[in-house]
């Protein structure tokens, strides 16, 4: 029989985000948001839904720190609404919004659940984005403000602090392809607002070594392993168009304070250009203290010269995928934390892993069979890359609970807690009963 020990002290934990889970959009002074906005806009969501309820978290936190204890979690990664602190984005303050945190935070605390906060999980104050959102870069500005308040709140307790979730998908799927909130569709506009969402994580860095808080702090981005479809060296040289575009154009600045020069030959010649500065990079590159990693799948692509932009074509493996149409490739997992440990070597956690499935409620237990599969895995390849190196800290399932998946509403499923939208009910699945399995034993046997 294997087996897969962690390291003593490693997190075990789950992660949700505010729009996704609160609800109560309306209540105890929250601002609205660009998904408020967004998610009201005809056509823009599966079947119209939105996050004015969600799971209802807002009201409901309590009964959910319960589930975590019962699951045995040491960590719990979440985001703070920053319309629920600053309701216009800056300027007035609203108490209420930093009580619950307040409370959510020290029942954590007390429980001996180490609280991992995401300061922006996509949900922009709506006020901001009406003066031009992450195309105006003051938004950088208010958001380091927002920033350094939670910091100086929460000053004084050993919290892991996530700048930024996913900036890549906010600045392309926002600006560029417009299918996530602002709605967008203008590339220059992505690459503006990807640069500004940099600038933000760096001043919001600058401002937490300056404040001198007690925690760590760092960055979560959505990262990929890419693959050439053949040998080739067309489909190697798409490989370097991809893993540029979706993983270094974050990567590079923050590591090294420079774009890949392969994309911007690409801006330049699709005339995307745009300004920035050396003393941007040198506030972008900031020290951090760990590389958050959201993995769910690979990437597979080949040379393709009708692409009018990238030349490059996905391909699409014969393996099983998940409801969201993503190839289950735990071994690419692996292959993305040794690369970041050879080329970024830092701290890592792996902030979001999990997978959507068909889950049915049948006699009041959802058999997430599938899921299983899919997390033991996953745990297998991370315990694979700590044993051959890599400084690996923790894991993170998406999700504690299913919740507003985005564009697609509430029809993909990602939570070990099974939620019964009309009734607010949470039901554990088995895969959070296996999960807590794996954390008693601090890891698998298999």
Known sequence: MARYIFPKG????????SYQIEGATNEDGRGETIWDRFSHTPGAIYQNQNGDLACDH?????????????????????????????????????????????????????????????????????????????????????FSEYAYLMFKTFKEEDIIWITLNEPWVSAFLGYGFGVHAP???????????????????????QAFWENGTKGKIGITLNLSPV?????????????????????????????????????????????????????????????????????????????DSENPYWRIKHVSSENEKTEMGWEVYPKGLYDLLIRLNRDYPKPIYITENGAAFN????????????????LREHIKEAYNAIRDGVDLRGY???????NFEWAHGYSKRFGIVYVDYSTQKRIL??????YKRVIENNGLED
Do not use: C
């Open 429 to 434: 699945k088995d895969s959070a009963y296996f």
């Open 359 to 374: 889950d049915v409620l049948d006699g009041g237990r959802v058999k997430d069979e599938k899921r299983i599969d899919y």
């Open 396 to 402: 993170f399932v998406w999700s504690l609970m299913d």
């Open 183 to 205: 709605g967008k569709k203008d590339m220059k506009g992505a690459f503006i607002a990807g640069h500004n969402l940099l600038l933000a994580h760096g001043l919001a860095v």
């Open 227 to 303: 693959y050439p479809a053949s040998d080739t060296p067309e489909d190697k040289e798409a490989v370097q168009i991809q893993d540029s575009f979706t993983n270094r154009w974050f990567l590079d600045p923050i590591f090294y304070g420079k774009y890949p020069e392969d994309i911007w030959r690409i801006i330049e010649k699709n005339r995307w250009n745009f300004n920035y500065s050396s003393e941007d990079f040198k506030i972008i590159s900031l020290p951090i203290d760990f590389i958050g990693v959201n993995y769910y799948t690979r990437a597979i692509v080949k040379k």
């Open 10 to 17: 490693f997190l075990w934990g789950t992660a949700t985000a």
């Open 58 to 142: 807002y009201h409901l936190w309590r009964e959910d720190i319960k589930i975590m204890e019962f699951i045995g979690l040491n960590a719990y990664r979440f985001s703070i609404a920053w319309s629920r602190i600053f309701p216009e984005g800056k300027g007035s303050l609203n108490i209420k919004g930093i009580n619950f945190y307040k409370e959510l935070i020290d029942t954590l605390l007390s429980k001996n659940i180490k609280p991992v906060i995401t300061l922006y999980h996509w949900d922009l104050p709506q006020a901001l984005e009406d003066k031009g959102g992450w195309l105006n870069k003051d938004t950088a500005k208010y």
